[in-house]
């Protein structure tokens, strides 16, 4: 077992890469020389994401708040209604008994 040890840690050992490795790749695929990315390229695209996220979230917020207004006030327009009826109906029927018992007072004068 410890053959087998062995013979795996050196196959598996770590072997540095030939000198120029980098360059001879990026020749091949047609590539130029690596450019580094600058640390202000990736910070500012990083907090143009968030701000991005940021308002779009925010959006989302008023958006919902404002469905939730909307609703609200439907609610209340159909209670007003529904009270307008209810009062309607009786006013007509307290008019309709006034009038009958002016027709009954009419009638005995």
Known sequence: MDDLEQ???????????P???AERILALI????MRKTRWWRTTA???AL???????MAAGGVIAYQRQQRARGERARRQVMLALRITGARLHA?????????GTRGESR
């Open 30 to 33: 047609g590539a130029g020389p």
């Open 50 to 56: 968030a701000a991005a996220l940021l308002a779009a």
């Open 45 to 47: 695209l990083r907090w």
């Open 94 to 102: 307290v008019q309709a008994q006034i009038v009958r018992l002016d």
């Open 19 to 21: 000198a120029g490795l």
């Open 7 to 17: 013979s795996l840690r050196a196959a598996l050992a770590r072997v540095p890469a």
